[in-house]
């Protein structure tokens, strides 16, 4: 076959050439988005994998308590509390007092056992002046040394690999003998709060569509001169600060606040029973979707203003009627826009915070109203990393599944 | 352009850029948590310090908690100097080894010569941290809406005879202490009672009670911006917010004292702070007898210092209103008074925190 093969003008077979200049090319291509990629990954994707490890990671016990442990990593979690375990815990509660690392371990069993932070610093304090036995010199400094679940609390803290926090993230409790167990009913928040994020996303997203879609539609039908005043209304608020307009929706919507008076002066509603229509699940609805409306309207938009109008034109001139040619011929062509403008929306409204913090009051709060009050009031980071990761499994899973059914080929942005 | 002049014109440049990081080293980052609070702080400590010492401070406002404090010191880039933290967290942050350890023998003794360490409320001055004020939880109304208002603490958990929503922080902190105050539970006893889980299920099933009717609130600023704007019949908040809105903008707010919740607010230097000695100077100053005095002139917050109280005077811009009488310690007020407890804060909030978020969400 070697005699069929095409040669370039200096004679080396045509494909190498081919593959020599498509080399240099892809170089210079590769040149040119190398700075935007070495961004990306210093300022995007190092810093998630870093956070995203926190969720499993936890060196918070046994860098600090390494002999307690090297103890505990050894207890089974259910026979009796030994004389070596108390005697490896004395030892490094002196340390970590002697260190001032006695109030990081205390918290962080705190976490798993409630009144850790008191007894450990209280016991560290005096830990220097026990004598051996150490288990009956613990016990007589506080019987709640004597407590099963505070030991089983410090093995599953001791752990510096661990699903704890992931598990916690779904309401469920790592248990110390291994495996997991459902979190206790009063503390189990999470899975309803992931639920209501998605079922809020979910009606932003319509709401957003059956808004958008007719602005979207005249926009890309008038002619230009009023499509041009509708583009600049519907940019206005984009343009807007996010909290001036969240703020504005309080101002509107409260008991005492521009729509509740409408509805008391139309007779809808009476002065001593006005409606709720902010913090709560509405006002999250109403201030979110407003929000949402542009990141709709304008890919939806850009994909009609491709649509030709001579389609619908000739479906009418075959007989078809004003609703026929538009839902045989126009809408099909819009689905690209309707794809992109709700993925677009769902994903950006999994993940909204500021407007929910604002104005959700006690039902409207979302998953990351959560993670915030992890990240900036308990200080358990760990925790807040595991519920970012559940939450980022849950868009690549609505990702994918929008894959499936629509096609990721099929997204257009104009 | 000569290759002389460009030199000058580099060489001014540079020295500009020192003269600019030199001035930068005398000025103090001084964080706080804004409005009325701040403002009293500026106007009592700031300024003075500043006139003493001719060192500026940059004013920074906040919502309180360490988590600020936390990412500054872990990130090894911390630029706050001082913060104004509550107790429980002031005794967290040296706990967690976020705060530098402040030596008492810096603060001054009092005027008639008593040591600084029994001067300060006792028990006060921790490790890390030097108090300034007492503030206080209470729970307000308005009195131009409601002519015969509540009372006492029962009456804020009575929607029957006081309908209307109330204003309440998203927190359980002072939330579970009113519930059990309000369900007849002594002062005394109310942390014996949390320490119970019966005593915990007792205080949500009182706030239970009033669920549906709260408007929660997260920054000190909001509950009487809530009362002003008629969205709330009655709110809790931080003492000295409602005073302001009294004293300053004539609001027709009444504050219920009892079953008040008091606390401490105490200054702390973040571990690395860049101006440790300013800081500690600027701390020693502030908390000294007059200071502590004087601030308590602008906004409705006790001193920390008992030698302050005889010289605390008047509300500056009115002469004829005391100040004694609004102050959280004021012994008519004082009687059913509530002490926030930290110790059992530290042990227990994880889990009420986890309990408070569940039962909100639900």
Redesign the interface.
């Known amino acids: 076959m070697s005699d069929t093969r095409i040669l370039a003008a200096d004679g080396t077979p045509l494909k190498k050439k081919l593959a020599q200049s498509m080399f240099r090319t892809k170089l210079r291509a590769f040149g040119l988005v190398c700075p935007l990629l070495a961004l990306i990954i210093s300022a995007f994707v190092l810093p998630i994998l870093f956070m995203l490890s926190a969720a499993v990671y936890d060196d918070s016990y046994s860098s600090l308590m390494p002999e307690s442990t090297t103890a505990m990593q050894e207890w089974d979690g259910e026979s009796p509390i030994t004389e070596a375990m108390a005697a490896a815990m004395v030892s490094d509660l002196i340390r970590a007092r002697e260190n001032?690392?006695?109030?990081?371990v205390?918290?962080r069993v705190?976490?798993e056992y409630?009144?850790?932070?008191?007894?450990f610093?209280s016991t560290s304090r005096s830990a220097k002046k026990f004598e051996p036995p150490y288990l009956e010199a613990l016990l007589a400094k506080d019987k709640d040394w004597n407590d099963k679940e505070l030991w089983q609390g410090i093995k599953i803290a001791s752990n510096t690999y661990t699903l704890g926090y992931i598990a916690n993230a779904i309401d469920m409790r790592a248990k110390a003998t291994g495996g997991f167990e459902p979190q206790d009913e009063?503390?189990?928040?999470h899975i309803?709060?992931f639920i209501?994020t998605i079922e809020i996303s979910f009606i932003v997203t319509v709401a957003c569509l059956l808004l958008g879609y007719p602005v979207a539609y005249l926009m890309a039908n008038l002619p230009l001169r009023t499509s041009n005043l509708l583009l600049i209304l519907v940019l206005m608020p984009f343009w807007t600060s996010l909290l001036v307009r969240t703020t504005a929706w309080i101002a509107m919507l409260?008991?005492?606040g521009v729509m509740n008076d409408l509805f008391v002066a139309f007779g809808v509603a009476n002065d001593e029973d006005r409606f709720s229509l902010i913090?709560n699940k509405t006002g999250t609805l109403i201030a979110m979707t407003h929000i949402m409306l542009p990141f709709m309207i304008m890919p939806l938009y850009s994909v009609m203003k491709t649509i030709s109008p001579a389609y619908v034109r000739a479906a009418k001139s075959m007989g078809a009627t004003n609703w026929t040619a538009f839902w045989k011929v126009y809408f099909p062509q819009s689905v690209p826009g309707i794809g992109a403008g709700s993925l677009l929306v769902f994903i950006l409204a999994i993940g909204y915070y500021i407007t929910p913090a604002l104005v959700g009051?006690?039902?409207g709060?979302m998953i990351s109203n959560?993670i915030d009050?992890h990240?900036?009031?308990?200080?358990?980071w760990n925790l807040a990393a595991a519920l970012g990761f559940v939450l980022l499994v849950f868009v690549l899973f609505f990702f994918w599944i929008y894959d499936r059914v629509v096609g990721i080929d099929n997204m257009k942005l104009g | 352009m000569t290759f002389k002049k460009s030199m000058t014109m580099a060489s001014a440049a540079v020295l500009s850029l020192a003269v600019a990081s030199a001035a930068s080293a005398e000025s103090l980052t001084v964080v706080s948590w804004g409005g009325a609070y701040t403002k009293s702080q500026v106007e009592a400590y700031h300024k003075p310090w500043t006139k003493k010492t001719g060192a500026s401070v940059v004013s920074e406002d906040y919502n309180g908690?360490?988590?600020?404090i936390?990412a500054q010191v872990e990130a090894g880039n911390v630029t706050w100097d001082v913060v104004d933290v509550e107790l429980s967290d002031a005794v967290?942050a040296?706990?967690?080894?976020l705060a530098e350890e402040i030596d008492p023998a810096i603060l001054p003794a009092a005027p008639d010569g008593t040591p600084a360490m029994s001067d300060f409320i006792e028990g006060s001055v921790t490790d890390c941290a030097i108090p300034s004020i007492v503030w206080s939880t209470i729970y307000a109304y308005d009195s131009s809406v409601m002519s015969n208002g509540p009372k006492t603490i029962s009456d804020f958990f009575d929607t029957a005879n006081f309908p209307g929503?109330r204003g309440m922080r998203k927190s359980p902190k002072a939330n579970l202490e009113m519930a059990l105050a309000a369900d007849g539970v002594a002062p005394g006893d109310i942390y014996e009672v949390l320490s119970t889980d019966a005593g915990v299920d007792r205080a949500f099933a009182k706030l239970d009670t009033i669920?549906d009717d709260?408007?929660?609130w997260e920054a000190g600023a909001q509950p009487p911006q809530l009362l002003a704007?008629?969205?709330v019949v009655m709110t809790t908040a931080y003492n000295g917010r409602i005073f302001n809105a009294v004293a300053s903008e004539d609001k027709p707010f009444e504050i219920v004292w009892d079953a008040q919740v008091y606390d401490l607010d105490l200054f702390i230097i973040p571990k690395g702070s860049k101006n440790k000695q300013l800081a500690l100077d600027f701390i020693a100053f502030s908390t000294d007898t007059q200071r502590l005095a004087d601030q308590a002139s602008y906004i409705s917050y006790g001193p920390a210092r008992k030698s302050s109280a005889p010289l605390v005077g008047s509300f500056h811009s009115k002469p004829s209103l005391a100040m004694g009488p609004q102050m959280p310690t004021a012994p008519d007020n004082f009687k059913t008074a509530i002490q926030n407890d930290f110790?059992w804060w530290?042990?227990?909030?994880?889990?009420m925190?986890?309990?408070f978020?569940?039962?909100?969400?639900?």
């Not at chain 1, 009063?186 to 928040?189: G, S």
Request: contains cysteine.
């Open positions: 001032k690392d006695i109030g990081k205390a918290n705190n976490r409630s009144g850790a932070t008191s007894l610093k009063l503390r189990q928040i309803t709060l209501r409260q008991g005492q913090y009051g006690q039902d709060q959560i009050f990240m900036r009031k308990s200080l358990n | 908690g360490i988590a600020e936390k967290r040296c706990d967690e080894g929503k669920k709260v408007i929660w704007d008629g969205e110790e530290a042990d227990n909030q994880d889990e925190n986890e309990r978020n569940a039962w909100l969400a639900n």
